[in-house]
């Protein structure tokens, strides 16, 4: 049994000002219009014969891969929650325990939320090679074939042909660009993908034998976890112990310098892209005659090789080229695709500032839909909020604002102070201060309502719950 993990952490800081740490580029639809990097990853394995994905990804982001998942009628195997990053030789080590309960022969496919993979059929063919050398006891790689010397990635160097793929000589460094000439050149180096199969069994084996530590904090945490919905919590005190260590110089490096031959190599030409900045989006989406990359309401006129992304407005470019031009409602990024891999810099201006762009969009998204803070002003701020259908607001109070609840769209079941009722299009509802409040759809389309909050403080953590069927109360 194949068992795909996908691993959907990371805040893909340098996707910003769309991709932003509460929702990152993974659950955003960079490559296509209808679904998102998370989905497309998904959606590529459906010809191929698997158990239910398993997940991994950040606490605060759990919301989100559930409904992504669900939103394609697909099943799960488990979403595992780290309450803090560790990389990914941990991770993968969770997995890994949580798979072998599910079937003590599983191969794990270890696969990004967050990459483009053009050629599902080669990349199909690929994980069949995979899997047999799994089979045997083996470590099967994904090396991607070069299309330039690039000095982003690293690379493994293959050696001599094997039944399925090549054997791996070493696992290389990001290179200089002379460095990566020459193993472009010589026709026997990879990009290192960091997809990869293995059996569990086989890894935690592995772990045993060179990250002891790892692999004991690892079993502690996930001993006893906890289960909410498809959620799978760890202690998470255990898991602090835990090393942080990526997989290549946890197993993947000393495996190749002290088992020759353990490692294979399966080279995969598909159209392959880990979506690392602005530049490479550009380079895997559909351009016009000019080489711009447009979305939304864009108008360019001499221009040449831009990126154009506008997700509420009239975005226009004239005489301009090799420009990346993204617009949110709260940001605007304006940057030479040159320096694209530097967005990380304005990141951490952001945060240095105190401000918190870098966190949140002006438009959250909620396990029962979603916000969009519209206005903020001294001792005031306005939402619109769109519950979805069934979907209920958690039952709350606050210490120091009042709110005032208008029904735009749809109905809404309100309760304050225990007393339920039901508003309909141009009703409104008071909250004074303290009481204890919460909305419910039990319509049919979704719910939209403009809440104006008044009061001295109106940050998002002057909220007290007492029942929440999301697991989030107090």
């Known amino acids: 049994m194949i068992i795909p993990v996908i691993m959907a952490g990371g805040n893909g800081t340098r996707m910003w000002p769309l991709s932003r740490s509460m929702y990152p580029k993974q659950f955003l639809s960079l490559v296509s219009d209808t679904e998102t990097m998370l989905q497309n990853t998904l959606l590529r394995l459906t010809g191929v014969k698997t158990a239910a994905p398993m997940l991994i990804c950040n606490e605060e982001h759990r919301f989100i891969a559930a409904e992504q998942i669900r939103a394609l009628g697909m099943d799960n195997s488990g979403i595992i929650l780290e309450p803090f990053g560790r990389n990914t030789a941990p991770a ?21 939320a967050d990459h483009v993979i053009q050629d599902t059929a080669a990349f199909t063919q690929a ?29 493994i160097h293959a050696g001599s042909k094997q039944a399925q793929g090549y054997s791996v000589q070493q696992f290389v460094e990001k290179p200089d660009l002379a460095t990566a000439e020459s193993y472009v050149a010589s026709g026997n180096y990879y990009w290192n993908s960091g997809m990869f199969m293995v059996k569990a069994s086989r890894y935690l084996e592995l772990l045993s034998k060179y990250q002891p530590e790892m692999l004991t904090a690892c079993q502690a945490s996930i001993a006893n976890p906890k289960l909410d919905f498809d959620f799978i919590r760890l202690n998470n005190e255990a898991f602090a112990a835990c090393p942080d260590e990526s997989v290549d110089y946890a197993v993947m490096e000393p495996l190749s310098n002290n088992e020759s031959g353990s490692i294979s190599v399966i ?20 351009k016009d005659e000019c080489g711009n990359v447009t979305h939304g309401d864009v108008i360019v006129k001499q221009a040449n090789n831009n990126h154009i992304h506008s997700g509420y407005k009239l975005v226009s470019l004239l005489g301009v080229d090799d420009l990346v031009v993204i617009d949110t409602k709260d940001a605007l990024l304006v940057a030479h695709k040159d320096n694209v891999q530097d967005v990380k810099e304005i990141v951490n201006q952001i945060k240095a500032d105190g401000r918190t762009e870098h966190k949140l969009a002006r438009e959250v998204y909620r396990p029962w839909g979603k916000y969009d803070s519209i206005d903020t002003g001294d001792r005031f701020q306005v939402k619109r909020i769109t519950v979805k259908p069934g979907e209920r607001v958690s039952i709350q109070m606050h210490h120091h604002r009042a709110e005032h609840w208008i029904v735009v769209k749809g109905t809404a079941l309100i309760t304050i102070n225990g007393e339920g009722r039901l508003y ?42 007492f029942e929440d069927k999301y697991g989030r109360s107090n």
């Open 92 to 112: 993968i080590a969770l997995a890994a325990i949580q798979a072998q309960i599910i079937d003590d022969n599983a191969n794990l496919l270890i696969l990004a």
């Open 424 to 465: 309909s299009e141009n009703e409104a509802a008071y909250i004074p201060i303290t009481a204890t409040h919460c909305m419910e759809n039990p319509g049919k389309i979704d719910l939209e309502i403009i809440e104006v909050q008044t009061g001295g403080y109106l940050g998002e953590d002057d909220i007290v719950r």
């Open 267 to 286: 080279p995969l030409d598909a159209g392959w892209s880990d979506v690392g900045s602005w530049s490479s989006l550009w380079e895997v989406s559909d």
């Open 127 to 155: 994980i069949a090679e995979a899997k047999q050398v799994s089979e045997n006891g083996g470590v099967a790689t994904f090396g991607i074939v070069p299309s330039a010397p690039e000095t982003g990635y690293g690379y």
